[in-house]
């Protein structure tokens, strides 16, 4: 874990070619985020300026891997994190809190297996309050990495019970439902969409199949 009280200006850095976006609100201002040669850049929109700040050389956290996805969230309303994928395929935190911004290993931390190479990944907020962050690890099993807040301890669980596994490329997305449940989706390796569903306990759902127009 590092911390650091601000950051390194990094005014116009280009975003490397391919280079995931991903973006949020906060009370504060929107903050953007996009990877230039392995480093997580965020762009916010404060009072008409856009300060720039590579957060990776701010607080020494490692630089993304190749094809690194990115995915952010808001917790209170106020606190941004950003998510990506470093080369030794350890899910990483960069977030923002107490004054300052924070690093840590989530795949260390919470004992989870690596990502897949070039594993999608997505996230989202339970009760505005508690991190969820979803990708397909090694096994090309969907796994999620639960937070309890800004500090807290992270967990590792493998959700896709007996479903198939991810196929190869397979996409990921999820959302929330009332605050408190929620839906991820994702195509397995029969080229089916898959939905696995949390409320008050775990369920799954074959969505729909996909159908070639070449057989």
Same mark, same amino acid.
């Given at each position: 874990?590092?911390?650091?009280?601000?950051?390194?200006?990094?005014?116009?850095?280009?975003?490397?070619?391919?280079?995931?976006?991903?973006?949020?609100?906060?009370?504060?201002?929107?903050?953007?985020?996009?990877?230039?040669?392995?480093?997580?850049? #965020?762009? /916010?929109?404060?009072?008409?300026?856009?300060?720039?700040?590579?957060?990776?050389?701010?607080?020494?956290?490692?630089?993304?891997?190749?094809?690194?996805?990115?995915?952010?969230?808001?917790?209170?309303?106020?606190?941004?994190?950003?998510?990506?994928?470093? /080369?030794?395929?350890?899910?990483?935190?960069?977030?923002? *809190?107490?004054?300052?911004?924070? *690093?840590?290993?989530?795949?260390?931390?919470?004992?989870? #297996?690596?990502?897949?190479?070039? /594993?999608?990944?997505?996230?989202?907020?339970?009760?505005?309050?508690?991190?969820?962050?979803?990708?397909?690890?090694?096994?090309?099993?969907?796994?999620?990495?639960?937070?309890?807040?800004?500090?807290?301890? *992270?967990?590792?669980?493998?959700?896709?019970?007996?479903?198939?596994?991810?196929?190869?490329?397979?996409?990921?997305?999820?959302?929330?439902?009332?605050?408190?449940?929620?839906?991820?989706?994702?195509?397995?390796?029969?080229?089916?969409?898959?939905?696995?569903?949390?409320?008050?306990? *775990?369920?799954?759902?074959?969505?729909?199949?996909?159908?070639?127009?070449?057989?």
């Amino acid at each position: 874990t590092a911390l650091s009280t601000g950051g390194v200006p990094a005014p116009g850095m280009a975003a490397s070619p391919g280079s995931p976006l991903s973006a949020l609100g906060t009370t504060l201002a929107p903050r953007y985020y996009y990877i230039a040669h392995g480093h997580i850049v #965020q762009v /916010s929109s404060t009072y008409g300026t856009l300060p720039t700040v590579d957060l990776t050389a701010a607080i020494g956290a490692p630089l993304a891997g190749p094809n690194s996805p990115l995915t952010s969230l808001t917790l209170n309303g106020a606190d941004p994190l950003v998510y990506y994928i470093d /080369s030794s395929n350890h899910v990483e935190e960069i977030s923002y *809190w107490d004054g300052g911004f924070h *690093w840590r290993d989530l795949t260390a931390t919470s004992g989870g #297996q690596p990502a897949s190479t070039g /594993s999608p990944m997505t996230s989202l907020v339970l009760n505005s309050t508690k991190e969820r962050v979803y990708y397909v690890d090694v096994s090309s099993h969907i796994r999620e990495l639960a937070g309890s807040g800004p500090g807290g301890a *992270w967990s590792s669980t493998d959700v896709s019970g007996g479903n198939p596994v991810a196929s190869p490329g397979s996409g990921l997305t999820s959302y929330v439902l009332n605050g408190n449940s929620f839906r991820i989706y994702y195509e397995d390796n029969y080229d089916h969409i898959r939905e696995i569903a949390w409320a008050g306990g *775990w369920s799954s759902t074959l969505l729909a199949a996909l159908f070639s127009p070449f057989g």
